[in-house]
């Protein structure tokens, strides 16, 4: 069946002509209040209902017992970001709710749902002047055994956006499996009692109702967040070792590839720091196993080093670096595109390798699959660029199907006595021996060193190696994925990873506002597509380059390889608060 | 394995490659090669399925004079290398090999995490108290009172590790001290730890002529530990502490649980796949 978003969308349809059907809300609450588990029931619960959909977490700075917020988007059609605004915020308390008064913003035709006996609505949220709606959700699961306040929330948001109740009692069934009858029963009753509760039923009938269509796909719906996306790329491009160092935002990633893995008969180690990390990455792969890592900015600045060895020494190796605020410790659990710099410019030495960046949650999986593929295939450093936001909001989508171009897979050598490691070859890729292969030994060395890799200071052996390493990756041809390019126009809006979402709304919303655009994406920047982009835009007279980084670390990476003659803006600011489609269609406009 | 008859076969030169050491006349590593060398022809391992994995200094070049398979990498992280290598191939037996400098200090943190990872591979630390390829400088098992160095003129003024001690306490099951001066005598200590389920640790004393050279009268004062091989870590401290560094032989050895991920069987994707849809 489809949802009935019969919410009044005419404020938001005047803004935001695209969207129909789509509706931001937010959960906030006190540390173990469940706003989160209330979230992510309610996302998988619009997925139950044919809807499309998004959520990011957001957590204040303890441990445990913080204050959390779940926003979240759902709508009729696919979304990739957040919207500019929250047409609804459901509190199931007041506690630090100040906190996330950036995130969260409100317009005046915002609704909120409140528990009266929550206390005092904090003033910034009264200022608003917006319909507060108040429910005692506290009360109402108070007389419910093992009934929870999250849960009453849970039903009277499915009751708001339409959905149909029987499906959350199949899920909270299957959601809370492991805490036995008495939670489930207690679940249901609390939901139920939302869902039927005549404060939300008179509220949601005084508000006029616009029926939305027929969802655009009816089918399963695949519901995972980024970095889930880049594991699920990483095992179908054929990695079966991991090594780890936990840090924020990539610790998931490696939690979900170390049972997976082991499922494959490969294995996660633990690693005493990410110096160990990659260079047992390293390891493994010399050793014939396709292997990767996974971290963030600092994690990634302790790998340089072994990441230039993996260069010289053309041993295949994948990190998936998950970018979070810096420089140092920065904001750990916000997103910011900031280690561009670092993934293009950190390795010592003339020291050729791959940089790729995802481009949204379906293009997790595509780019860490190509990246893999790519560095085994050439036997390089292949570094995979994500970020907090991808790496940790869930969506709700259709499945994803892509082709990759056919890639030969390592070129691997037999037996051979007059084997030559770093044979000299018109593609620059020599093949490799893999331990356990009779009469082909050699040395992987880090040293310049000659064709059969014994150590060299010869300049002729180093200007040799040198274009060898730089041909296999130069002469390569990466087809047509180096970049997602959608529509037409002589405007274009231009960038890469995260923010790519928010592009592609706001071009959605400058072409239903009459203006014609294109929006090219870059996803594979190292090494970097010069004519490519120069054939894309031609004719483009005018290029906004837009970044999460507050030193334009694209904008100068564009300067740097590419020959831009169109005129060029840049929106170009740092994080934590994601860049929305808002403000790239008020700088197209604003643009005369 | 009948290993009187691989002995015929196999000759410690087969595992030798026709590189010349960069090493000084003189240098205690050239017997460490002998040593390898005849430990694996002893063993009577085909050199395809053996890698040595070194760092970076005098003693990690190593690698290169060897026939078997061999990684030369970035220094203080030959053990990272090793174990992500033993960690994906189990099979291949793993020699890792390295000085003072690179094993004790920059890689101090993975020398004593493999220590209590205990996978199952043979670590050397060539220990000749100084930077060699740098030009002598003191490294963590340097006395306090070496004042040759431009570095630190006065001497470090620090108290040097003691790297079986350290051994221990970090958990490796196997810790034994040789000297390059008995090339036949580091062989059997050799063997023994390839064969060892674990990690196995071997201090070699291994003068350095150039900038050590008073390290030429160890031959003096090297012996053999009297007593025999002891399983008790508390026996073995005291072994460790008491002794003056000068000692050689198998000091400890016990059998605690090896760490070798992957061992299972591939299941498939298609379960994993199916994690995605709701």
Redo the contacts between chains.
Sequence with gaps: MAAFFDFDHESLSAMNSVQTCDISLAVTGSGGAGAITAGELLL?LA??NNCFGMMRRSFGPQIRGGEAAALIRISHIPVECMNDSFDLLLALDWRNADRFAEEIALRSDSVIIADPAAGEIPVAIRELDVEIIEVPMKALAKEIPAGRPNMVALGLLSHWLGFCGDEAGKLIGQVFASKGEEIIDGSRAAFTAGFTEPLIIEAREAKPRSECGEPVFAG?????NGN?GCG?GA??GGI??A?AYPITPASDLLEWLSP?L????????Q???E???I???????????P?MTATSGPGLSLMT??M??AVA?EIPAVVVNVMRGGPSTGIPTKSEQVDLNMALYGLHGDAPHLVLGALDHADCILTTEWSVRLAEALQTVAIVLTDQILAQSTV?IE?PEYQLPEISERAVAEPDEAYQRYEITDSGVSKM?I?????????????EHTES???STAAADHLAQLEKRSRKIHSFDYGEHWADVRGEGKTALLTWGSTTAAVREAGSRLRAAGHEVKVIALRLLLPASPDKLARELEGVERVLVVEQSHSRQFHLYLRAYYDIQAKTHTLARPGPLPITPAEIVEQIESWS | MDKSTLQITVKPKDYKSA?KPVWCPGCGDFAVLNAITKALAFIGL????V?L?TGIGCSS?I??YT????????H??SL??????????P??TVLVAGGDGDGLSIGG??FI?SCRRNMDMTYIIMDNEVYGMTKGQASPTTAPDWTDSKLTPHGTGIRPFQPAGLALTAGASFIARGFTGDPNGLAKILVSAIEHKGFSFVQALSPCPTFRPEQMQWKHHVRAFEAETTSNPIEAAQRIQTDDGMSTGIIFRNEYPVFQ??T??????G???SE???
């Design positions: 998988s997925g139950k399963s719906r695949w519901h995972f889930q699920l095992i179908r079966r070792f090594a997976r082991e499922q494959l008969g490969g294995s996660l180690v690693a005493e720091d110096l160990a990390s260079n047992m990455v390293i390891g493994a792969s010399f050793g014939g196993v292997s080093e072994a230039g060895l020494a709700l499945k021996a331990p356990g292969t009779a009469s082909s030994t050699y040395v992987a060395d880090g040293l890799g014994k150590p | 590189i085909p050199r395809e399925d890698a994995i070049r690698a290169a026939s078997v398979y061999g990684f030369h990498g970035v203080g992280r990272a290398l090793a174990s992500g290598l033993k960690a994906a191939r099979e291949l943190n993975h995490h991920p992957g299972g069987v591939d299941a498939g994707m379960s994993i796949e995605f849809t709701i």
